[in-house]
C-alpha cells in the first residue's frame, strides 16, 4: 500500500471529506422533500383528496417511478464529487477514476459479474443452512407489466446509485484520505463513513456490519483497480439483484414487484435484543470470503488490470 503525502495534509483533508460529507446529505434532504412534495401534488390531483402520511408512504415504497426519481439525487453527487477535486483540491478530475481507458468496458463486465456471484454465494450459503427457501415467483403475486416496470425502472435507479455513491465514497472520500494518510486507514475509514451514511436505512448490528464489509470490498477493489467502473458495476447489481429481481427479506423502503420472492427464519435475538435479519449472518461470512480471496490474488488482479490500461 503506498503511503500519504504527510502529516500537514491531513487535517485539510479529513476537514473536506467532512464537507463534502454534510453538502451530500444536505442535498438528500433536499431531494427527498422535493420527491414527496411532488408524489404527493400526483396523487393529489388523480385521486382529488391528500393522502394521509400511512398511504402516501406505501404508494412511494411500492412505486418503481419513485425509487428511480428518489436515486436521482446521485446525478448531483457526482457532479459534487467533480467540483470538489476541481475547485476544493485543485487537481484534475481524472484521479476520481471515471476517465474511459481501454479495460473500463471489462472493468464494468468484471463488476457486474463478481456481485451477481457474491448475491449467488449468499443465497446457497443461506440454503444450506436452512435459513432461507424458496416461496414463489413474482408472477403469482404481480403482473407481468409491474415486474417490467420495477426491473427498468430499478436498473435506472441502481446504475444512479452505483456511480453516485462510488464517486463520494471511494472517488472522493477514499481517495482524498488516501493521499493524506495512506491506502489502509483510508480503505477503513472510507467504509465506516460508507456504514454512517445509511443509519437512517439500517438500524441493526447485522446491517451495518454488512453495510461496512461491503464498503471494504468496493473500496479495495478501487485500490486495485483505480478505477470507479468494477466498483460501481460490483454496487449496481447487487442492489439490483437483491431489490428487483430476487426478495431475500423485507425491505421498509422497497417493496415493489420481483421476479422471485424467497422467505428466511427471521431475525436473529439474542436475550432480547434484536440483531438484524438472520441472511444478514450469510451476507457477512461470504462477504468475508471475498475479501480474502480478494487479498490472495490481489498482485493476480492488479497485473491483470495494468495490462489493459491505455
Known sequence: MTMGSGNRDIVPALFRVTAIFIVDFLIN??????????????????RGTMPDGSEMLDRMVRSPQYLFIISGYNIFI???????????????????????????????GLGLLGG?????????LSIFMGTLWFQSTGYGIFSGAEIQMSLLYGILAFLLVGFGEEALFRGYIQKRLMLAIGNKRALLISSLIFMAAHILT???????????????????????????????AYHFIYDLIQVNIVRLQDYEHFKGAVLFIFNNSGDVVISGINYGN????????????????????RDRIRSLNSQYQS
Open 29 to 46: 434532504i433536499v431531494w427527498s422533500v422535493v420527491t414527496v412534495i411532488v408524489f404527493g401534488t400526483i396523487f393529489y390531483y388523480s
Open 78 to 108: 457526482v457532479l459534487l464529487t467533480f467540483l470538489f477535486w476541481k475547485y476544493i483540491d485543485k487537481r484534475d478530475t481524472s484521479i476520481i477514476g471515471l476517465r474511459w481507458r481501454r479495460n473500463s468496458l471489462k472493468l464494468f
Open 116 to 124: 451477481t456471484i457474491e448475491i449467488a454465494m449468499i443465497m446457497l
Open 202 to 232: 439500517y438500524g441493526k448490528l447485522l446491517d451495518f456490519i454488512d453495510v461496512a464489509l461491503g464498503g471494504v470490498i468496493l473500496g479495495y477493489l478501487y485500490i486495485l483497480t483505480d478505477s470507479l467502473y468494477l466498483p460501481a
Open 278 to 297: 438472520v441472511i444478514e449472518v450469510s451476507f457477512v461470512i461470504i462477504e468475508l470470503v471475498v475479501l480474502l480471496l480478494l487479498y490472495s490474488f
